[in-house]
């Protein structure tokens, strides 16, 4: 960003006096440290959502998508809700408001609810960060059942063993699952899969085991081969070879129940996951703390949305089914 501002201002220092050329120099250098800091600079393609929404027809209208398609993941013939996607006041900070997921189940064949929000499908290399709230205990109801929280960004599977398949993953497992018991966080990055019946996958993934209950940032870093994850300011994983992504994704949120991982308790029980915002800056390798800034900066000119980053031209069609 240094260049960009100073080239400007270079061709015109011979025919300015010296005082002016200080303050010239000066207010070059102002608008350096605000793009490096706390503003993305002029041209910056960003995704930044506060989820300050009071229906889902606000949501839908900034270009996300409730799912209410039928499929994978979770318990086979579960509904995907759209009921289940609410606005609730921040118990912290009763100013703000956050998205909410909720999911439901009344366990073993019983009817089962999941959710999800999808954006579009035109992001790429870049920082893609969340603030999310885990929880650990259902809202309702007896706990105890297997469930995925997540955070992620994919592409669909044109076909079995898809070689240009891209998907990048935070989830949070609260009561375990997947072979591992107690609560657990994973970064998961992928190459590619094959579906069930015939389920055979290329991931890589880190996983770290501790319960997550609570307010954490996500940080997911797109850059120079490598795909490296950050929670709360701290590196969490770092993929890289052929498991870069290829393929345009959209940026996901899910909650759902586990394929026999249900309690055997018949009682109705619901579990929730709360975002708080979401950010992504195309092309930019940023840190945890740039982030935090950007977000910031956001909030204080009292931003609730921007979309900058350019879809491709035909759009992509960004189904919500997976």
């Given at each position: 960003m240094r260049a960009y501002y100073l080239r400007p201002l270079r061709g015109h220092y011979a025919r300015l006096s010296s005082a002016a050329c200080a303050v010239a120099f000066v207010f070059a250098a102002a608008l350096n440290v605000g793009a490096q800091g706390g503003q993305a600079g002029p041209g910056a393609r960003v995704?930044?959502?506060?989820?300050?929404?009071?229906?889902?027809?606000?949501?839908?209208?900034?270009?996300?998508?409730v799912r209410t398609a039928e499929g994978w993941p979770g318990v086979p013939g579960a509904v995907w809700w759209g009921e289940g996607v609410t606005f609730v006041k921040d118990d912290a900070a009763p100013r703000n408001r956050v998205l909410r997921m909720t999911s439901k189940t009344a366990g073993p064949g019983a009817p089962t609810n999941q959710t999800q929000v999808c954006h579009q499908r035109k992001?790429?290399?870049?920082?893609?960060?969340?603030?999310?709230?885990?929880?650990?205990?259902?809202?309702?109801?007896?706990?105890?059942?297997?469930?995925?929280?997540?955070?992620?960004t994919i592409s669909p599977l044109k076909a079995p063993w898809d070689p240009d398949y891209s998907e990048l993953d935070f989830e949070y497992l609260p009561n375990g699952g997947w072979g591992v018991a107690g609560p657990t966080l994973y970064a998961t990055t992928w190459e590619?899969?094959?579906?069930?019946?015939?389920?055979?996958?290329?991931?890589?993934?880190?996983?770290?085991?501790?319960s997550r209950a609570g307010w954490h940032t996500l940080v997911t870093q797109v850059?120079?081969?490598?795909?490296?994850?950050?929670?709360?300011?701290?590196?969490?994983?770092?993929?890289?070879d052929r498991f870069y992504p290829e393929s345009l994704m959209s940026i996901n949120f899910n909650l759902w129940f586990i394929r026999d991982g249900m309690t055997k308790e018949t009682g109705e029980r619901s579990y929730s996951e709360d975002i708080d915002w979401v950010f992504h800056e195309a092309g930019s390798a940023l840190t945890p703390d740039e982030v935090e800034a950007r977000v910031a900066s956001l909030r204080r000119a009292k931003v609730k949305f921007r979309d900058t980053v350019p879809a491709p031209a035909p759009a992509l069609d960004s189904p919500c089914n997976f």
């Open positions: 995704l930044f959502d506060d989820f300050s929404y009071s229906s889902r027809a606000q949501l839908a209208g900034h270009g996300w998508i992001y790429l290399e870049g920082t893609y960060a969340a603030r999310v709230r885990f929880y650990d205990a259902p809202s309702k109801g007896p706990g105890g059942d297997q469930l995925v929280e997540s955070f992620y590619t899969f094959y579906p069930e019946p015939n389920w055979k996958k290329d991931n890589i993934f880190e996983a770290a085991s501790g850059s120079n081969g490598h795909v490296k994850y950050f929670v709360d300011g701290k590196m969490f994983a770092d993929h890289a």
